[in-house]
């Protein structure tokens, strides 16, 4: 058993039915309060669930193929190819020939795109910390210790899912 598995410990039935809930009512009430915020802040707000992921996919994998991002998506490359041409057309992804091999190419998220996910990621936050207002100073002490534990089990999950890959994002984690 590698280091990983060790450390990997099953939720019992009853805790993780619980956890479900609670989970589940916070992030429906964080996710009402991010939507709307995105709403109101971009009138123009007009991104696809499927677009919206292959952002964050190439912000976090970094360059892909088309084929990689349809695989990632479970569309057909056809599908995934006219998703990416709305995003190139946004100026939020690049696209580009392989150089190994002229059939392929590649994507990669622009600066543009890059901006977006950091929005969206400060007010993901910003709608998790007002939540966190109405706990006592304790209770948010709490709250960021578990939200530090579970970044880093989602570190230890993807890097025992992925052991050839560390992401930027998380390299960065561990040095905070």
Same mark, same amino acid.
């Given at each position: 058993m590698d280091a990983n598995s060790e450390r990997k410990q099953a939720i019992p039935t009853y805790d993780r039915v619980m956890l479900t809930k609670s989970i589940s009512q916070l992030r429906r009430s964080i996710l009402r309060d991010f939507v709307f915020n995105i709403l109101r802040t971009f009138s123009n707000f007009d991104f696809s669930l499927p677009q919206l992921a292959t952002l964050f996919m190439l912000d976090e994998e970094g360059e892909l193929t088309v084929k990689q991002v349809a695989e990632f998506l479970q569309r057909s490359v056809s599908a995934a +190819?006219? #998703? #990416?041409?709305? #995003? %190139?057309?946004r100026g939020l992804v690049s696209r580009r020939e392989d150089s190994q091999d002229r059939r392929a190419r590649r994507i990669? $998220?622009?600066?543009?795109? *890059?901006? #977006? $996910?950091?929005?969206?990621?400060?007010?993901?936050?910003? /709608?998790?910390?007002?939540?966190?207002?109405?706990? +006592? &100073?304790?209770?948010? &002490?709490? %709250?960021?210790?578990?939200?530090?534990?579970?970044?880093? /089990?989602?570190? *230890?999950k993807r890097s025992y899912e992925h052991p050839e890959t560390q992401s930027y994002k998380e390299s960065e984690i561990t040095k905070e």
């Amino acid at each position: 058993m590698d280091a990983n598995s060790e450390r990997k410990q099953a939720i019992p039935t009853y805790d993780r039915v619980m956890l479900t809930k609670s989970i589940s009512q916070l992030r429906r009430s964080i996710l009402r309060d991010f939507v709307f915020n995105i709403l109101r802040t971009f009138s123009n707000f007009d991104f696809s669930l499927p677009q919206l992921a292959t952002l964050f996919m190439l912000d976090e994998e970094g360059e892909l193929t088309v084929k990689q991002v349809a695989e990632f998506l479970q569309r057909s490359v056809s599908a995934a +190819s006219r #998703l #990416l041409d709305q #995003l %190139v057309e946004r100026g939020l992804v690049s696209r580009r020939e392989d150089s190994q091999d002229r059939r392929a190419r590649r994507i990669a $998220i622009t600066e543009q795109g *890059r901006q #977006l $996910i950091a929005m969206l990621e400060q007010q993901r936050a910003e /709608a998790q910390l007002v939540v966190m207002e109405y706990l +006592s &100073a304790e209770e948010q &002490a709490d %709250v960021t210790r578990a939200m530090a534990l579970l970044a880093e /089990a989602g570190m *230890r999950k993807r890097s025992y899912e992925h052991p050839e890959t560390q992401s930027y994002k998380e390299s960065e984690i561990t040095k905070e």
